[in-house]
């Protein structure tokens, strides 16, 4: 069946490193865009960053822009998050969600996104 | 970025309720609004994409309308499991942005 499971969290400190993984698998990986959505203890939902299916279009949210890379190996139907000089306001639950579209991209923005599959969740605690 | 603002945040309601909530946005979005059903421990769940289409799978007790900044989520008529949290979504424009959320409780 269609599925998302991430993996790579944990407990690190302020300013350190992680990488978080999504493999995917009951669908034509190449196809679709993926997404990072994440979810601090308590708080409402803040979508990360988007990856366009071929990994020619790619956003971030202002907040980990810079910090943050999101990038794709489709041989291997697995999506990435690098997060670079981590701070305590990551500390949330990390999703991986599929876009039913590619998505559909201009110069300037991508537009017309959903995320119809979610994985369970890895959770990224940053704390010293 | 495009601010999304849901009301009401909380909700207490019975089973057998029409329950509607609003969601708006700071600029138009044309139909570009998703809907998503969140429980507790669990991942949110597409219910509604482009403001009015239900996604497969979803009870059609579930509908949504409206556009440009103004949206609506409808249950027309609350079951049990429903209780949970509601968020809307815009993808008019990454950075796509979530609604705070409406938290739907007996």
């Known amino acids: 069946q269609v599925q998302l499971v991430e993996s790579g969290g944990g407990v690190v400190q302020p300013g350190t490193s992680l990488r978080l993984s999504c493999a995917a698998s009951?669908?034509?990986?190449?196809?679709?865009?993926m997404h990072w959505v994440r979810q601090a203890p308590g708080k409402g939902l803040e979508w990360v960053a988007l990856?366009?299916?071929?990994?020619?279009?790619?956003y971030y949210s202002d907040s980990v822009k810079g910090r943050f890379t999101i990038s794709r190996d489709n041989s291997r139907s697995t999506v990435y998050l690098q997060m670079n000089s981590l701070r305590g306001d990551d500390t949330a639950l990390y999703f991986c969600?599929?876009?039913?579209?590619?998505?559909?991209?201009?110069?300037?923005?991508?537009?017309?996104?959903?995320?119809?599959?979610w994985g369970q969740g890895t959770m990224v605690t940053v704390s010293s | 970025d495009i601010q999304m603002t849901q009301s009401p945040s909380s909700l207490s309601a019975s089973v057998g309720d029409r329950v509607t909530v609003t969601c708006r946005a700071s600029?138009?979005?044309?139909?570009?609004l998703n809907w998503y059903q969140q429980k507790p421990g669990k991942a949110p769940k597409l219910l509604i994409y482009?403001?009015?289409n239900l996604q497969s799978g979803v009870p059609s007790r579930f509908s949504g309308s409206g556009s440009g900044t103004d949206f609506t989520l409808t249950i027309s008529s609350l079951q049990p499991e429903d209780f949970a949290s509601y968020y809307c979504q815009q993808s008019y424009l990454t950075v796509y942005t979530f609604g705070q959320g409406t938290k739907l409780e007996i």
């Open positions: 969600a599929k876009d039913p579209t590619g998505p559909r991209c201009s110069t300037y923005s991508c537009y017309g996104s959903a995320f119809d599959i």
């Open positions: 482009a403001a009015s």
């Open positions: 009951g669908f034509t990986f190449n196809h679709f865009g």
């Open positions: 600029q138009t979005i044309s139909s570009y």
């Open positions: 990856i366009s299916y071929d990994g020619s279009n790619i």
